[in-house]
Antibody, heavy 118, light 107 residues
Framework: EVQLLESGGDLVQPGGSLRLSCAAS????????MSWVRQAPGKGLEWVAA????????DYADSVKGRFTISRDNSKNTVYLQMSSLGAEDTALYYC???????????WGQGTTVTVSS | DIQMTQSPSTLSASVGDRVTITCRAS??????LAWYQQKPGKAPDLLIF???HLQDGVPRRFRGSGSGTEFTLTITSLQPDDFGTYYC?????????FGQGTKVEIK
């Protein structure tokens, strides 16, 4: 069974940092793009970042560029999202997603919650 | 960055109605468009990819069409289980953008 399990969400103070992890299973992890998508409370979906299967190609939403870093460890079937300079606008449920590009985002994790507040 | 604009923001329809949601891209995206359904408290589900291709297991009453900058998602006969929020999403190399969502309510 294909599964994505996020972890690392927490309550963090403004200006703080946090690292999210997503453990994948049930598919050949290294061959797929992985994305992070977030959803603020009561709001819509916002794509955050994507990383190619090799990790060589990466892109970010303008709202997080320069503050967030996506990475992956194919030996551990895990993708990460390092977040820094966090603000209230980063409060959201963060989903890890198996991203098939033109074929859509077909597998989503259950999400991990990040709350930025003093 | 490519912007995606959905309309309407909300709609209310009766069981059996034909429902159409529109998504417009700020520049041509060929057919690199997907549609998702999200129910409250759940992760989104992929419905359609490449503008018109139905994901495995998705009922055939969901239809996608369009190319370039204008796309539509049609539910040919609305069912009680079709409530939720629908999102379009474009992809361009490694960049993606979602539309703001259309909330569908059953009358």
């Amino acid at each position: 069974e294909v599964q994505l399990l996020e972890s690392g969400g927490d309550l963090v103070q403004p200006g703080g940092s946090l690292r999210l992890s997503c453990a994948a299973s049930g598919f050949i992890f290294s061959t797929y793009v992985m994305s992070w998508v977030r959803q603020a409370p009561g709001k819509g979906l916002e794509w955050v970042a994507a990383i190619s299967g090799t990790g060589r190609d990466i892109d970010y939403a303008d709202s997080v560029k320069g503050r967030f870093t996506i990475s992956r460890d194919n030996s551990k079937n895990t993708v990460y999202l390092q977040m820094s300079s966090l603000g209230a606008e980063d409060t959201a449920l963060y989903y890890c997603v198996k991203d098939m590009g033109a074929f859509g985002m077909d597998v989503w994790g259950q999400g991990t919650t990040v709350t930025v507040s003093s | 960055d490519i912007q995606m604009t959905q309309s309407p923001s909300t709609l209310s329809a009766s069981v059996g109605d034909r429902v159409t949601i529109t998504c417009r891209a700020s520049q041509s995206i060929s057919d690199w468009l997907a549609w998702y359904q999200q129910k409250p408290g759940k992760a989104p589900d992929l419905l359609i990819f490449k503008a018109s291709h139905l994901q495995d297991g998705v009922p055939r009453r969901f239809r996608g069409s369009g190319s370039g900058t204008e796309f539509t998602l049609t539910i040919t006969s609305l069912q009680p289980d079709d409530f939720g929020t629908y999102y379009c999403q474009q992809h361009n190399r490694y960049s993606r953008t979602f539309g703001q969502g259309t909330k569908v309510e059953i009358k």
